[in-house]
């Protein structure tokens, strides 16, 4: 593959990371909504990738603290805001998957 040389910026040291929103979570379509409204789908791909964990994180984390409201004036607040506001609290997040970057899928 790359004949035991190291590429600086290698596109198989990354991890892609699955998340969704629960269709069982009653809030289900709120936050469907609020997660497009940041640019991000109910099934969201995140891709993780050596020396930028932190901005994968950064990426990541709005969007599974929004799975995990479950406080419906919480979610309420969120709905009626500008911007990207996602307050931590337990619920329902499930992940789907997580593969290394360009490994083959088993169907």
């Given at each position: 593959m790359n004949y035991g040389f190291v590429d600086e910026d290698?596109?198989?040291?990354c991890l892609i990371i699955e998340a969704a929103l629960s269709t069982e979570d009653p809030q289900c379509q709120d936050k469907r909504m609020v997660a497009q409204r940041n640019g991000k789908l109910s099934i969201q791909v995140f891709h993780v990738n050596i020396g930028k964990e932190k901005e994968a994180v950064a990426n990541m984390l709005p969007y599974l603290r929004l799975g995990y409201v479950s406080n419906p004036s919480k979610m309420q607040?969120?709905?009626?805001?500008?911007?990207?506001?996602?307050p931590l609290s337990l619920s329902?997040?499930?992940?789907?998957?997580?593969?290394?970057?360009?490994?083959?899928?088993?169907?």
């Open positions: 290698n596109s198989y040291d607040y969120i709905i009626s805001s500008q911007g990207r506001v996602c329902h997040v499930s992940y789907h998957s997580v593969t290394p970057c360009h490994a083959p899928t088993l169907k």
